[in-house]
């Protein structure tokens, strides 16, 4: 079950450059940044309410961050949604038909396991499913 959005995920060039904009526009430093060295990003959080904004900065020319932002700039690259169990909700998805990148969850930043859909099946939007790691 989808129970909130967790986070927008938005491709950066530079956090360092792009944390002074989103710093001043929140009125608060983020309160994370951390590496996933898996997926090649180096990431920030900021929160706001219960949702959350995420930099992403690639850390390497394969990233999808990278080739994100070579092929459209930066901007919003994910929506993040909360779920209450990332496999029953994987199984859900897959039945209505949904095409996803990630039939496993995997580790992600923020202490969480992690799916895409692939937005070929989401009006193009890339989906992420977040649940809490235990």
Do not use: W
């Amino acid at each position: 079950m989808i129970r909130k959005i967790e986070h927008l995920g938005i491709a950066v060039k530079s956090i360092e450059e792009s944390a002074k904009i989103y710093d001043a526009l929140l009125g608060s430093a983020c309160y994370k940044i951390e590496e996933v060295v898996s997926e090649g990003v180096k990431t920030a959080f900021y929160r706001i309410g219960e949702s959350k904004i995420e930099l992403l900065e690639a850390t390497n020319e394969n990233s999808p961050i990278y080739k994100f932002i070579e092929k459209k700039g930066q901007g919003i690259h994910h929506i993040a949604f909360d779920v209450e169990d990332i496999y029953a909700e994987i199984e859900r998805l897959k039945a209505e038909g949904f095409q996803l990148i990630n039939e496993v969850p995997k580790d992600g930043a923020d202490n969480k396991i992690i799916a895409f859909l692939h937005p070929k099946s989401t009006d193009g939007i890339l989906v992420e499913l977040c649940q809490e790691k235990s």
